[in-house]
């Protein structure tokens, strides 16, 4: 038996609507001690077969209120979850209520009656509702205020504390859809500093990114009552209704104050430096498995690679032959980055495994007498050994069964070659070269800047 049934009379309802100040206390509102759920979200959702339902069943669900309309960026819609902590599921419901903030608090337990309304998924997200129709196709839509109390009722627990779940973008499921989650070392991307959050009168996505490159859509209502500040310019963390439309998932957040962004930008996802140069180019007489390129970082400070590229010029080719996209490594400050056309060999021969392996014929391949170029993300030439357009054999650029050894006191790269910032040993090269093969992993020093 039902005791305590909620009402919400059409003068309450008049009365919200018409208060300017939002401080007031909330009503006081009767609740319900002795319903029971009979059902869960996952078995409500799995009723769902492409196309829209109605319930007619006597099932009840429960959950705990996680979305608030008082700052107006959530309008119409209640969003509850299954547990405040560690949720498995979240829904919606849609109902035509204002200020419903003021009747179904955040972290309020509430069962919603199922029987009569409509069950529908739209752009990959479950709802619950009344019906719409538009051009002769039907939709959850908003459950109207009159009715709202035949299927929603408020439990006499008092609101817990929601504990958002803490997850990064990579990791989000679609059954976190309709939770609160929190995510970390989030930012505005660069392109969007400095924008309102919202557009007026118009619902407005920005995109957020993680120091990984991760992105994720906020989206803001131009109704919110926090539309016309300006996006946070630092790093931070974010509570928010994770939603989804189709493939792509979006956070929805309750107020301003669940942003807090004040900690430092990530470092910029593509960076330049004249202190990154290739240190060591080895062509083992005894070993072509052993060969390896070695780069160097003078700087004293990490810089990523993403988007720097190593290319060859085979031979005497003025065309790039081949190359490595370096994105996904970065050089520590003060380190050495070792490329392998053979790690596995590389590790036998030298003791330890390359940081990172490659294809053979590649420019970490090189048999001695090509010309090699380090290329930031910009397009940019950063280093160089050799000249393009000219075979390496007899030059004062050829390495062939031997070593090329960047001197110790090169702390910058150079774009052009110069010979004297070089130490080379080889079989047949040019005068200033040394004539004398090397053999490994004797000869060669790779992961050390002499």
């Known amino acids: 038996m039902i005791k305590n049934k909620i009402h919400i009379p059409l003068f309450c309802l008049i009365l919200v609507s018409c208060v300017k100040d939002k401080t007031f206390d909330a ?22 077969v492409d196309e829209l339902i109605q319930i007619h069943e006597d099932l009840i669900i429960e959950g705990y209120v996680i979305s608030s309309d008082k700052a107006g960026n959530i309008f119409g819609t209640l969003h509850i979850q299954d547990s405040p902590i560690n949720p498995t599921e979240g829904f919606q419901i849609e109902i035509d209520v204002r200020d419903s903030y003021l009747f179904y608090q955040v972290g ?29 196709n039907e939709s959850v839509g908003r459950l109207p205020s009159s009715i709202v109390s035949q299927h929603i009722f408020l439990s006499c627990d008092e609101p817990v504390n929601v504990k958002p779940k803490l997850v990064k973008i990579e990791d989000l499921q679609d ?36 120091c990984d490159g991760n992105e994720i859509v906020m989206v803001n209502s131009g109704y919110s009552d926090f539309r016309a500040e300006i996006l946070p310019d630092e790093n931070g963390t974010i509570q928010a209704v994770l939603t989804k439309e189709n493939d792509e998932f979006k956070l929805i957040v309750r107020k301003i104050q669940d942003i807090i962004f004040d900690s430092e930008r990530c470092p910029p996802d593509k960076v330049t430096s004249n202190q990154l140069f290739i240190s060591e180019l080895a062509d083992p007489n005894n070993n072509t498995g052993a060969r390896f390129v070695e780069l160097f970082n003078a700087s004293n400070q990490d810089i990523s690679l993403k988007g720097w590229v190593f290319r060859r010029y085979t031979n005497a080719n003025a065309e790039i032959s081949s190359t490595i996209d370096l994105s996904g ?31 053979t ?4 391949d090189s048999n001695g007498d090509d010309n090699l170029e380090l290329v930031d993300p910009f397009g940019v030439i950063i280093d160089a050994f050799g000249i393009v357009g000219e075979d390496g054999s007899g030059t004062n650029h050829e390495f062939e069964d031997g070593r090329a050894l960047r001197n110790s006191l090169i702390l910058e790269a150079n774009p052009n070659y110069t010979f004297s910032e070089w130490t080379i040993f080889n079989d047949t090269g040019d005068s200033g070269t040394t004539n004398l093969p090397q053999n490994a992993p004797d000869d060669f020093t790779p992961g050390i800047r002499n």
């Open 361 to 364: 014929n590649s420019p970490a």
């Open 108 to 136: 309020s337990k509430i069962f919603i009656k199922l029987k009569g309304l409509y069950l529908g998924q739209s752009k990959g997200v479950f709802k619950v509702g009344g019906v719409f129709t538009a051009f002769g």
């Open 175 to 210: 059954n976190m859809v309709n939770t609160l989650v929190e995510i970390d070392d989030l930012e505005v991307i660069e392109e969007e500093r400095g924008f309102p959050y919202a557009d007026p009168e118009e619902e407005t996505e920005r995109t957020l990114k993680d």
């Open 27 to 48: 009503p006081e509102l009767s609740c319900i001690i002795d319903l029971q759920a009979n059902t869960t979200f996952s078995n409500i959702k799995n009723l769902y």
């Open 329 to 359: 490594y970065s050089v520590m400050a003060g380190n050495t980055f070792v490329i392998s056309p053979n790690a596995m060999e590389f590790e036998t021969v030298y003791g330890f495994a390359p940081d990172m392996g490659v294809s």
